[in-house]
């Protein structure tokens, strides 16, 4: 269940800047890899870390970090997101709206799917229309709700009303289930403006792809062929990283790192994201929903150690709340609540707990959370608070375990915006508000913001939103987990987004071969 | 000396009758085997549905999804639907593939055969060797020491042989490619070198096992009183093991044989996810977690067929080669 990414080394102040700056290309050259000027040929192999015969070719159905790939061989969406977490045009040269509530995105003239018709207005309606029908089973059929309407004016322009305002729309439309298919595409079958054409396709095999010759951007992509498996077991795919099979692999655990550093032919590529495992207490069960047993609890995670131990250090603290430091919409004056015994113990007794055996259930499918649960019920036994920790098998978990208990572990994917984040997690009526809490403040915030142009404004109502959820909400988030890709070095032009590994999934179309 | 050796041609009659008896509960248990299974993952927590729309689905999506898949109708009379469809030879469709379970079976059915197949053929004759030579000389140094390589070897876990295979042979030699990738246009050769390593693995442990039933079934029949006699007589000691003790030991030999290749048609599961190798069993453990039921009965009647296939096999063999157990 747990998505990865990829690293880089761009480092914040840059991320920060260019985010703030709001103008620039897209990718703006940070590391040693521009030095080179890219090179155009080359084959290379990638594989990542999860496959299953549901691989699909349908960007609205993809589950897995190789369908988001494929995908992004394969199509281009509305607009695209770097490694600043901008979201710029891509197949819309522009896009603007007065109000955010209606838009108007403006399509490039002349571009081409693979089968040579023109992209117009019509493939980009139907594309977004899917999203609407239960039997697509779109990942995006929630958040399709907010389009109200969606319609074109004349053969390139598409206006899109939405039923609330959301400054977010442009970011929403960057993410792999919003790329385009043809017009009239019900089960598309690769037929996309992207980089790569299509040329073998087994679900849970491999996927092969071309270069597209007669893609709409000068000069891309410089790869003529990528070949994308899945290899599921970690230390297999790094094995097949080292021993030259493949060029390209992601979801590297941190304790492979040692032996890829060891092999001058290979390179890792960090990439820092707002991925993260928390621990859930319910605020509508006992003894969760007692603050002061969030308290104690809060006050009794190590995170500097969760940090070093689980994660080797890559990994970003966290302080139960799901915005990043690195976000642009960070707020760095909530307090940081740190590893202390003596608070723990003095919440712990007035909540009148101590001493009782609290089941906690973790799962392998919640990356790290068998061992953090180790860690805090270690602490605990030191202070009165006796943590039972059950470890349940990973698949089922989120079905049968995931929220259903008072002590759960989950685990919750970076999203292109705060907003998706908090919508998805935190809102009072979310469908996931995993801690079960009900703020009003918060979701009237929440709203606003999503009405609110200005950068200044929305960075101060998002930095109250995460005030507010550490302070009332009882998630737990210990560290933000970084996403760790392996790379042969001849690869370049490989950078870190921080949304997902492997440039957030879109590594085809920019990176080259140099051998 | 040429003797006639006792190798009557059983009536076939009889062969024939047994064949069909041996069918007839075959297929009575493989009818019981999708029963269980269609209960026993009907057990399983969340539905194909669920599995399919993931962690961020509404429970109206599920719905949809559900009568979609036609997973909202009673088990039984999905269960009904595929028991016909499957006597009429279809599969039915992969309710997460979309596509055929034909298809997507025949794409990896191939490959599971052909892992299978390199291995048996490399591993029979080893083991038939290791397991005879020792029987003979019995108590002898190379005796012992097969004896302590098998029993070692029968003891390592394939993921230790399969991992250590790769440190050494791609990672540090860069002589094997680390990963088996079966691909269509890949001739002979550059075939089985992606496939060396886990057939290496895979026979490792087969050839253990075989070899260590193969030695003490022949060393049981040296034992007997016609090898005494026979030795007696005078016959050269080669002879007594090829044509006085091999029909003996066949029965049990093919039996151990049948065996070990049906474990290797399903079996493979930890090999097939080291080596990412395209197989059945690990389709099959796909379909378990992604609950697509169609592909999971058509992956465990595979398996059963095929496990009892040979074991018939096996049996018919046995027989043809002990004329004494045609007359039970």
């Known amino acids: 269940m747990s998505e990865f990414v990829g690293h880089f080394d761009i480092n914040r102040r840059d991320l920060m800047v260019s985010a703030m700056s709001g103008a620039g290309v897209l990718l703006l050259p940070q590391n040693s890899g521009a030095e080179y000027k890219p090179r155009h040929g080359g084959s290379i192999k990638v594989a990542t870390q999860a496959t299953s015969t ?44 007065i109000d955010l509530k209606k838009w108007h995105f403006i399509l490039h003239r002349g571009i081409r799917f693979h089968d040579g018709s023109e992209l117009t207005s019509a493939d980009v309606i139907w594309s977004l229309n899917r999203h609407f029908d239960a039997r697509v089973a779109s990942k995006m059929a929630t958040i399709i709700k907010q389009f109200a309407e969606i319609k074109a004016d004349g053969r390139y322009d598409i206006i899109i009303e939405l039923s609330d305002k959301n400054a977010d729309l442009p970011s929403i439309l960057a993410q792999s289930h919003f ?161 202390d015994l003596d608070r723990a113990k003095w919440h712990l007794k007035r909540s009148g707990f101590d001493g009782v055996r609290i089941p906690v259930y973790a799962a392998p499918a919640a990356e790290g959370s068998v061992d953090m649960a180790s860690i805090m019920q270690e602490y605990g036994s030191r202070i009165g608070l006796k943590l039972a920790v059950n470890r349940v098998p990973s698949d089922g978990y989120w079905s049968t375990h995931w929220m259903r208990h008072a002590l759960t572990f989950g685990n919750v994917n970076p999203r292109p915006t705060a907003d998706l984040t908090f919508s998805l997690f935190f809102k009072s009526d979310a469908e996931w508000n995993e801690s079960g809490w009900k703020n009003e403040r918060f979701d009237k915030l929440l709203i606003a913001a999503r009405g609110e142009a200005g950068f200044n404004r929305r960075k101060q109502m998002y930095g109250e939103m995460q005030q507010l959820v550490h302070d009332y909400n009882s998630v737990i988030i210990p560290v933000f987990i970084s996403l760790i890709d392996g790379f042969d070095r001849r690869v370049k032009g490989l950078k870190a987004v921080p949304l997902g590994g492997m440039m957030a999934y879109q590594f085809a179309e920019y990176v080259w071969w140099d051998a | 000396m040429i003797q006639a050796i006792p190798f009557f041609k059983p009536p076939a009659f009889a062969l024939i009758k047994l064949i069909l008896k041996r069918v007839g509960s075959s297929l009575l248990t493989l009818f019981l085997v999708s029963v269980v299974i269609f209960i026993i993952s009907g057990f399983l927590p969340g539905d194909a549905a669920q599995e399919a729309l993931g962690q961020s689905a509404t429970p109206e999506q599920i719905a949809a999804l559900r009568h ?28 997460v593939a979309n596509m055929p379970v034909k298809d997507i079976i025949s794409e990896r059915l191939p490959n599971s055969l052909m892992l299978a197949g390199f291995t048996a053929a490399f591993s029979v004759p080893i083991a038939l060797f290791i397991g005879i030579f020792s029987a003979i000389y019995r108590g002898s140094f190379i005796d012992r020491f097969f004896n302590i390589t098998t029993l070692s070897m029968v003891a390592m876990p394939e993921f230790l042989v399969a991992t250590i295979g790769v440190l050494i042979f791609s990672v540090k030699l860069l002589w094997l490619p680390s990963i088996a990738m079966v691909s269509d246009d890949a001739d002979f050769v550059s075939t089985l070198r992606s496939l060396a390593l886990p057939i290496i693995s895979l026979a ?51 039996n151990v044989m049948a065996l070990s290749l049906s474990y290797l048609m399903g079996g493979a599961i930890i090999v097939e996810t080291i080596f990412n190798f395209p197989g059945l069993a690990s389709l099959m453990v796909n379909a378990v977690t992604s609950r697509d039921m169609p592909l999971l009965q058509a992956c465990s009647m595979i398996f059963c067929s095929a496990y009892l296939f040979l074991m018939l096999f096996a049996d018919i063999l046995a027989i043809i080669a002990n004329p004494r157990l045609q007359v039970q």
């Open chain 1, 54 to 97: 549901a691989d699909t070719l349908d960007p609205a159905k993809g589950a897995l970090s190789t369908d988001y790939v494929r995908h992004f061989m394969l199509y281009n969406g509305l607009t695209k997101i770097g490694p600043d977490l901008i979201a710029r045009p891509s197949l819309a040269k522009s896009f603007e709206s």
């Open chain 2, 68 to 95: 979609q898949m036609g997973l909202d109708r009673p088990a039984i009379i999905r269960y009904y639907e595929w028991l016909f469809g499957i006597l009429k030879g279809d599969a039915g469709q992969s309710l």
């Open chain 2, 204 to 254: 490792i442990v087969v050839i253990a096992q075989m070899a260590r039933m193969i030695r003490a079934t022949v060393a049981d029949q040296l034992d007997k009183p016609y090898v005494e006699m026979a030795r007696l007589k005078g016959i050269r000691f080669r002879r007594i093991v090829l044509i006085h003790i091999m029909p003996n030991v066949i029965g049990p030999i093919v």
């Open chain 1, 179 to 339: 790329l385009i298919v043809k017009n009239g595409d019900n089960s598309p079958k690769g037929n996309g403006t992207g980089p790569f054409k299509l040329a073998e396709f087994k679900p849970g095999v491999r996927t092969v792809v071309v270069k597209n010759h007669d893609y709409w951007i000068p000069d891309r992509p410089y790869l003529d062929r990528i070949e994308l498996i899945a290899i599921p077991d970690e230390v297999s795919r790094v094995n097949a990283l080292l021993s030259g099979d493949i060029q390209i692999i992601n979801a590297i655990n941190p304790r492979s790192t040692k032996r890829i550093k060891a092999n001058k032919k290979y390179d890792m590529l960090a990439t820092p994201s707002a991925l993260y495992t928390d621990l859930i207490p319910r605020q509508d069960m006992m003894p969760t929903g007692n603050p002061d047993f969030v308290k104690a609890l809060k006050y009794l995670v190590d995170r500097p150690l969760i940090k070093r131990a689980l994660f080797r250090n890559f990994a970003t603290i966290g302080n139960d709340q799901p915005i990043p430091p690195f976000h642009p919409f960070y707020n760095n004056a909530v307090a940081q609540t740190s590893l």
